[in-house]
């Protein structure tokens, strides 16, 4: 989680601090609905969805607790509707960092992990491609059985690249856009390519984040940390706040100190 201030600044606010979407046992229907159309939306990269495109069988089998949310998920991935708006229509690459994005709420880290679901792709087909993200370790820690998958390349967390940070926002196009345009080719292409990294944007002015990536040497930033926790868990046990002064230079060694020992940064600031 990141500070308000810095979730509007960077334009992803509705996602900061939401609720993370969880199928319960003793849910409601209308909680259920809510998870069915939160599944719709981050599967289908918020993609507008007609009354006559729902899955109306897997919904029913969701609703009966027949099936799991990581199952409901799953099938609307491996669904007709699902290839047509996403797999023929992109190029390859832009298909596989869009399934990053979908189903592990992150963008590729570099160009080893495209290459890894290209040839699994060419190799093995479409239903293996999809199921390897359902199936793997990193699905089951964060989201398990019964989470929707949600963006979570917006806040730092334990096994992850600092780099994920920027690359997410390079295919996150806004709360309120939808990822359904063409593109010739993935929008981190070349970025993957060159093992390069792209600014990070303030919402609606054009500039770019400074310090982190290439400047503002003999400056201090200050963070707040907190304490670390299980990942994809909620708790309701109030977790510790620590405060850190720390200079430009040895920015990046303490961030990923804390990432190690599965701190989670809710604020950094120029000091």
């Known amino acids: 989680m990141t500070s308000l201030i810095a979730a509007q600044r960077l334009g992803f606010e509705p996602y900061n601090g939401s609720p993370r979407l969880e199928l319960r046992s003793t849910d409601s229907d209308e909680q259920v609905e809510v998870v069915i159309r939160g599944a719709y939306r981050q599967i289908l990269g918020n993609e507008h969805l007609m009354s006559s495109e729902r899955l109306i069988s897997l919904e029913s089998l969701l609703r009966n607790r027949s099936i799991s949310v990581r199952d409901f998920v799953r099938a609307i ?3 007709e509707l ?6 023929h229509s992109n190029p ?3 298909f596989i960092e869009l399934n990053y994005k979908h189903l592990l709420g992150r963008a590729p880290y570099d160009q080893a992990e495209i290459a890894v679901h290209s040839d699994l792709y060419n190799q093995q087909g479409y239903e293996a491609e999809i199921n390897s993200y359902f199936d793997s370790p990193e699905y089951n820690q964060h989201f398990g059985e019964n989470i929707v998958p949600y963006y979570r390349g917006f806040a730092t967390q334990t096994g992850q690249k ?3 940070f920027s690359r ?3 295919v996150y196009r806004g709360y309120a856009t939808s990822d359904r345009a063409p593109l010739k080719e993935g929008k981190l292409t070349r970025e993957l390519a060159y093992n390069s990294a792209s600014p990070v944007y303030i919402n609606g002015t054009g500039q770019s984040l400074t310090g982190l990536a290439g400047g503002d040497r003999g400056k201090f930033y200050r963070l707040r940390v907190v304490s670390g926790a299980k990942a994809g868990r909620q708790t309701r046990v ?3 706040v620590s405060e850190y002064l720390v200079a430009y230079e040895q920015l990046s060694n303490k ?8 701190g989670q940064v809710i604020e950094l600031i120029l000091a």
């Open 82 to 87: 699902y290839r047509q708006k996403f797999f």
């Open 92 to 94: 390859q690459n832009r």
């Open 238 to 240: 109030r977790r510790s």
């Open 255 to 262: 961030l990923q100190e804390i990432n190690r020992q599965g």
């Open 162 to 164: 600092t780099v994920g």
């Open 168 to 170: 997410l926002f390079q």
């Open 77 to 79: 991935a491996q669904s």
